[in-house]
T-cell receptor, first 114, second 116 residues
């Protein structure tokens, strides 16, 4: 079946601009996560949704970052006033039930802030 | 060996050999562990998982071993193939406080290169 889909696959933006990154999880997966991966590092947790609500947003680095999942399926990660340090691969993952079930990742959006 | 930043540990093997990738974790409360394979330009791909009430679990060509005493996890790949070449990450999470979910903490990764 279809896996986690992320769009766009690449995004180049200028410092100070606003960006939105989209994630379509696997159908039927109630849990959705955003992670960020810098070059040569493992992914780092940003935010977790169970259904429509953000159950844990403790990984968001600051208030320029925000994510929504209004209908409990598709999620959008929003970054305001982008900075060069935001450049990374943003990964979305979903899992069937959230606890003790493996995360299935998309291929990510590579964000480059110039 | 130890690595910092971009200098990930590396493992080079010949096709057909068995590979062992190691991972040390730090949180003694971690109770669920996953191995992921990541190829260039792709997201991490689930390989195998293990819960803390087990010390060994086998999949197709892969085996994960968990030693909670020394907080060590290993991934064994049998008859390694060129298609196994990738970066391998271990990840852990804890059910402490009953809030277990996919808030994974990833290790630094190991680059596996399989030579034909």
């Amino acid at each position: 079946g279809a896996g986690v889909s992320q769009t766009p696959s690449n995004k180049v933006t200028e410092k100070g601009k606003y960006v939105e990154l989209r994630c379509d999880p696997i159908s039927g997966h109630t849990a959705l996560y955003w992670y960020r991966q810098s070059l040569g590092q493992g992914p780092e947790f940003l935010i977790y949704f169970q259904g429509t609500g953000a159950a844990d947003d403790s990984g968001l680095p600051n208030d320029r970052f925000f994510a929504v999942r209004p209908e409990g399926s598709v999620s959008t990660l929003k970054i305001q006033r982008t900075e060069r340090g935001d450049s990374a691969v943003y990964l979305c993952a979903s899992s069937l039930k959230g606890y003790n079930s493996p995360l299935h990742f998309g291929n990510g959006t590579r964000l480059t802030v110039t | 060996g130890e690595s910092v930043g971009l200098h990930l540990p590396t493992l080079s093997v010949q096709e057909g050999d068995n590979s062992i990738i190691n991972c040390a974790y730090s949180n003694s409360a971690s109770d669920y562990f996953i191995w992921y394979k990541q190829e260039s330009g792709k997201g991490p791909q689930f390989i195998i998982d293990i819960r803390s009430n087990m010390d060994k679990r086998q999949g197709q060509r892969v085996t994960v071993l968990l030693n909670k005493t020394v907080k060590h996890l290993s991934l064994q790949i049998a008859a390694t193939q060129p298609g196994d070449s990738a970066v391998y990450f271990c990840a852990e999470t804890s059910n402490a406080g009953g809030t277990s979910y996919g808030k994974l903490t990833f290790g630094q990764g190991t680059i596996l290169t399989v030579h034909p």
